[in-house]
């Protein structure tokens, strides 16, 4: 069920949190297009690891859709809910701000908050709008693929993926708000339908396209370019197109990268991919990207105490809240995570073939079913 190279997919999830980590406590003014880009990478790696699990468990022989539903949706608790409600739970007592909004961020709108209002307020927790798409897509994406005819579902990912990329084109007509077009669900739904879309050929013995394998390079340069220009004045000729191009020029690197990692890169930049604090950090990317705004806001208030400036985006602020963020999402998976994901093996997707008893065995000559539970080492 897991392709046992995805180690490197953990690199890849240290590389993404590492680059949302340098946007909210390194970048000037508080957040950079590079968060952006950890988290659209974050999409990606969600796509292609759910839908080629989900893909996985319906190939099995002794599938059937209804508990292979229910479990992914009883995994997906156990791994998310938890610390989540945690947070929740903290920022409700921390912040009397947060608790107008609070209904919408623990049923996971958080997402349509933001662009309602047109602001981050509250800004605590307005990293969760990412994990509000996430959940949307947890919710429906599983019934397309477990019970769409097998052979429609790459033409139904390539639609999503189109679909989205149109979105991008409404926004002039419709006049969305700044924060409406980037965090309702469709202006999402590219990245995850790309790395949807890489499991889905995978499932049929193809790759990523051999353009995108060679000419990502290409793509990245003219995003760089781009992000580089001047975006001109609000409401401007280039700034629609400019917003559209950066958020849809890294989809090809990304998923070319993706189809590398998950295929195992060899050499340097292998080892270099599986480097223990690299994948240790990709372990623990969850609890970091939930935690970090709460360390932040405490590392900023506790500055009299702190021999360096915190109170301000630089080095300093990036070395102390981005280790207080490293140790308590470390204490978070070893003594709270990790024990309740262990509770994710009385759900298996395909449930374990019984074995015949011995006399059965000696009498037709059985030989030893196979256990078809999936492992966990994708971590999806």
């Given at each position: 069920?897991?392709?046992?190279?995805?180690?490197?997919?953990?690199?890849?999830?240290?590389?993404?949190?590492?680059?949302?980590?340098?946007?909210?406590?390194?970048?000037?003014?508080?957040?950079?297009?590079?968060?952006?880009?950890?988290?659209?990478?974050?999409?990606?790696?969600?796509?292609?690891?759910?839908?080629?699990?989900?893909?996985?468990?319906?190939?099995?022989?002794?599938?059937?859709?209804?508990?292979?539903?229910?479990?992914?949706?009883?995994?997906?608790?156990?791994?998310?809910?938890?610390?989540?409600?945690?947070?929740?739970?903290?920022?409700?007592?921390?912040?009397?701000q947060s608790r107008?909004?609070?209904?919408?961020?623990?049923?996971?709108?958080?997402?349509?908050?933001?662009?309602?209002?047109?602001?981050?307020?509250?800004?605590?927790?307005?990293?969760?709008?990412?994990?509000?798409?996430?959940?949307?897509?947890?919710?429906?994406?599983?019934?397309?693929?477990?019970?769409?005819?097998?052979?429609?579902?790459?033409?139904?990912?390539?639609?999503?993926?189109?679909?989205?990329?149109?979105?991008?084109?409404?926004?002039?007509?419709?006049?969305?708000?700044?924060?409406?077009?980037?965090?309702l669900p469709p202006?999402?739904?590219?990245?995850?339908?790309?790395?949807?879309?890489?499991?889905?050929?995978?499932?049929?013995?193809?790759?990523?396209?051999?353009?995108?394998?060679?000419?990502?390079?290409?793509?990245a340069a003219v995003?760089?370019?781009?992000?580089?220009?001047?975006?001109?004045?609000?409401?401007?000729?280039?700034?629609?197109?400019?917003?559209?191009?950066?958020?849809?020029?890294?989809?090809?690197?990304?998923?070319?990268?993706?189809?590398?990692?998950?295929?195992?890169?060899?050499?340097?930049?292998?080892?270099?991919?599986?480097?223990?604090?690299?994948?240790?950090?990709?372990?623990?990317?969850?609890?970091?990207?939930?935690?970090?705004?709460?360390?932040?806001?405490?590392?900023?208030?506790?500055?009299?105490?702190?021999?360096?400036?915190?109170?301000?985006?630089?080095?300093?602020?990036?070395?102390?809240?981005?280790?207080?963020?490293?140790?308590?999402?470390?204490?978070?998976?070893?003594?709270?995570?990790?024990?309740?994901?262990?509770?994710?093996?009385?759900?298996?997707?395909?449930?374990?073939?019984?074995?015949?008893?011995?006399?059965?065995?000696?009498?037709?000559?059985?030989?030893?079913?196979?256990?078809?539970?999936?492992?966990?080492?994708?971590?999806?």
């Amino acid at each position: 069920m897991a392709n046992a190279r995805d180690i490197q997919l953990d690199a890849l999830r240290a590389i993404a949190v590492t680059l949302v980590l340098y946007s909210h406590f390194f970048a000037p003014g508080g957040s950079s297009f590079v968060g952006h880009l950890g988290v659209r990478l974050f999409f990606v790696l969600s796509g292609f690891l759910i839908t080629r699990l989900l893909l996985d468990a319906r190939d099995a022989g002794a599938f059937a859709a209804g508990p292979a539903l229910r479990s992914f949706y009883a995994r997906r608790m156990i791994r998310i809910f938890p610390p989540y409600v945690a947070v929740l739970g903290l920022v409700w007592f921390a912040s009397e701000q947060s608790r107008a909004s609070f209904a919408w961020h623990a049923l996971y709108l958080s997402n349509f908050w933001y662009a309602r209002q047109n602001d981050w307020t509250p800004w605590l927790l307005c990293h969760f709008w990412s994990l509000s798409i996430e959940e949307q897509f947890y919710l429906v994406w599983p019934l397309i693929v477990l019970l769409a005819p097998r052979r429609h579902i790459e033409a139904i990912t390539i639609g999503v993926i189109a679909f989205s990329l149109a979105y991008r084109f409404c926004g002039p007509i419709a006049a969305s708000p700044a924060l409406a077009r980037d965090l309702l669900p469709p202006a999402s739904m590219d990245a995850l339908g790309c790395g949807a879309l890489l499991a889905v050929r995978r499932a049929r013995g193809a790759d990523a396209p051999q353009w995108m394998r060679l000419g990502w390079p290409v793509l990245a340069a003219v995003f760089l370019l781009v992000v580089w220009s001047d975006p001109g004045l609000a409401n401007s000729a280039w700034e629609w197109p400019r917003w559209a191009l950066v958020q849809v020029l890294p989809l090809a690197p990304m998923l070319a990268i993706v189809a590398a990692c998950s295929n195992g890169l060899r050499g340097t930049l292998g080892r270099l991919a599986e480097l223990p604090p690299l994948l240790w950090l990709g372990r623990i990317s969850y609890g970091v990207y939930l935690y970090h705004s709460i360390l932040l806001a405490l590392t900023v208030r506790g500055q009299s105490w702190i021999p360096v400036n915190v109170s301000e985006q630089g080095p300093g602020r990036f070395l102390v809240a981005g280790t207080a963020t490293l140790v308590v999402a470390s204490l978070s998976w070893m003594f709270f995570e990790k024990p309740l994901n262990g509770l994710k093996r009385y759900f298996p997707y395909v449930a374990p073939v019984r074995r015949r008893g011995a006399s059965e065995e000696r009498g037709f000559g059985a030989v030893p079913a196979l256990d078809l539970r999936p492992t966990d080492q994708s971590r999806p």
